[in-house]
């Protein structure tokens, strides 16, 4: 299995880690290297190896990020390597040990549709404090906004299938926030996320890393803020239009009996006001969300794009969760037709929790590729 794997090391400005890193995955069993220098000057290029025929450096004359230097590398194995069936990415600095990359790629078997990560223990002594804080963090916002459950989601040692390299190149993002792209796409795709566990490796608190702390963080929650962001939006136009709404229809003595509940008639007030909002606001996020958020692309060209039912299967039924929820606040506190402020406040808290909610089905459900419709992702064709 091994000789058709290719070992992906992407480095900057690397120490003699390198070539140690580089002997010692050849003492495990690998034979064929693709390093990509990103950009390193000219007194550290003399830590990468003397190109081979079992070792390819490619180089960026400057600095592009690691998720540049990643895409060159695949982008070298497709057009020069056909042979060649797995691939696995492996940090120079010497924090992965040559038998967890072979762990890893064993793990994968016959499986063109699975990543295998490489997950650390966050709990040693030997972890640095922003390493330990950021993946608490970030296996959070996966876990709980984006259904996905790994334990090390900054892993770099990652292997999986050459199938997958038209998926890879397709991915947004040159930097770090690369391999966060990655692992989104994968979950949103239906590409499957594996683990295996390895042993945590940190030489000197980390100080090789290139990872800068603001610029990189803001990237890498980049996929959230656009969501955040394009709620906001769409939120704004219906929180706006909800409150001019309930003001005209309050003003206009609109109160009739729309329907029974505990035992007492209730008014369509806050419902119209909210329905009406709702489906301006809706068309406003479903744009924003299709083009930014989650970049959404057919698999097939011959397939038609239906995306827009499966927003729209999503949320009405969330128009009305989120209406009758008001609706029934409000008469269960008793709050009085002319507090539309209060009104509106309720509303915001019902419509917060209906958006963590959304964030999860949107990428999972209303804008995925699953594997059987998109063959760059491993997929079978049902043909």
Known sequence: MLDKTIVIIPSLDPDEHLVQTVEGLKAAGF?????????????????????????AVLHHEKNKGKGAALK????????????????????????????????CVEALGDNENLCILGARSFKEDNVPLRS?????????????????KISDTQTGLRAFSTALIPALLKIEGERFEYETNMLLKFKQNGVEIGEVPIETVYIEENHASHFRTVQDSFLVYKFILSYVLSSAISFIVDISLFAILLKIF????????AFALL????????????????AVSSIVNYTINKKKVFTYEKADEQKKDNTIFKYYALAIPQMFVSAFSVTLLVR??????????????LKVC?????????????????FAN??????????????
Request: proline share 6%.
């Open 370 to 383: 699953r594997p059987s419709d998109n063959k760059e992702l491993g997929g079978k064709n049902d043909e």
């Open 250 to 257: 309050t003003k206009s003595g609109i109160t009739g009996p």
């Open 72 to 103: 060159t590398a695949f982008s070298y194995i497709a057009e020069n390597l056909p042979d060649a069936k797995y691939m696995v990415t492996v940090d120079g600095d010497g924090q992965h040990a040559p038998p967890d990359a072979k762990k």
């Open 332 to 345: 269960l506190l008793h709050i009085p037709a002319e507090a539309t402020f209060v009104t509106t406040l």
């Open 350 to 366: 019902v419509d917060v929790i209906i958006f963590l909610v959304n964030y999860r089905v949107q990428r999972s459900w209303v």
């Open 132 to 148: 330990k804080m950021g993946n608490t963090i970030t296996l959070f916002v996966f876990h709980k906004l984006c259904g996905i």
């Open 263 to 278: 035992g007492k008639e209730m008014t369509l007030v806050q419902f119209f006001a909210t329905a009406i909002a709702r």
């Open 31 to 55: 034979d064929r290297f693709v390093l990509v220098d990103d950009g390193s000057d000219e007194e550290h290029k003399k830590n990468f190896p003397e190109p081979s025929d079992s070792v």
